[in-house]
T-cell receptor
Framework: AQSVTQPDIHITVSEGASLELRCNYS??????LFWYVQSPGQGLQLLLKYFSGDTLVQGIKGFEAEFKRSQSSFNLRKPSVHWSDAAEYFC?????????????FGGGTRVLVKP | EAQVTQNPRYLITVTGKKLTVTCSQNMNHEYMSWYRQDPGLGLRQIYY???????DKGDVPEGYKVSRKEKRNFPLILESPSPNQTSLYFCASTDVNTGELFFGEGSRLTVL
């Protein structure tokens, strides 16, 4: 069964600084990988996804993520954080199962942005 | 506009009083699912449905029921809610071609 670990529960970053959120997954085959963002009181919005091909994936809002098979990681990065990036971020791994696509989520990383 | 709509968004109820959280999607997706979100645990799948009249348990199905009588609707039923079902619930609809989930805005349920 697949699993996802987000080692950092909270991260505080200054506005304008760079941000990197860690994600490690466990899955036997090539995974589908996702990053979702949840702003306060909102649902989840897809930031980016990796299925195959180029291991550096560009997403919305200036985010990117890099798939590293050797490290079983899919870390999310942003070069310069804006106050509006304060939110909770979830990494997820998807798998084709007999029951269709299933996503398994990490526990989330809450990002606080200091002015 | 592609949407997943849940109702109610907020609900406070008491132990044992049956309730239903509705979910509707307008993307003609076959695959729908319910998740609950709890601090530190991320989202865990409760039930999913691959198509009309086809449903199955996810990772945390105890205390919940679902039905899928129409493609667009996938209600979550709590027959006898208990305080440990206090949580934030999300309905999701999946584009099986991309694997992407589209989420509703969430329903925050408190069981006293």
């Amino acid at each position: 069964a697949q699993s996802v670990t987000q080692p950092d529960i909270h991260i505080t970053v200054s506005e304008g600084a760079s941000l990197e959120l860690r994600c490690n997954y466990s899955y036997g085959a090539t995974p589908y990988l996702f990053w979702y963002v949840q702003s306060p009181g909102q649902g989840l919005q897809l930031l980016l996804k990796y299925f195959s091909g180029d291991t550096l994936v560009q997403g919305i809002k200036g985010f990117e993520a890099e798939f590293k098979r050797s490290q079983s990681s899919f870390n999310l990065r942003k070069p310069s954080v804006h106050w509006s990036d304060a939110a909770e971020y979830f990494c997820a791994v998807g798998a084709e199962t007999a029951a269709g696509n299933k996503l398994t989520f990490g526990g989330g990383t809450r990002v606080l942005v200091k002015p | 506009e592609a949407q997943v709509t849940q109702n109610p968004r907020y609900l406070i109820t008491v132990t044992g009083k049956k309730l239903t959280v509705t979910c509707s999607q307008n993307m003609n997706h076959e695959y729908m699912s319910w998740y609950r979100q709890d601090p530190g645990l991320g989202l865990r799948q409760i039930y999913y449905s691959m198509n009309v009249e086809v449903t199955d348990k996810g990772d945390v199905p105890e205390g919940y029921k679902v039905s899928r009588k129409e493609k667009r609707n996938f209600p979550l039923i709590l027959e006898s809610p208990s305080p440990n079902q206090t949580s934030l619930y999300f309905c999701a609809s999946t584009d099986v071609n991309t694997g992407e989930l589209f989420f509703g805005e969430g329903s925050r349920l408190t069981v006293l």
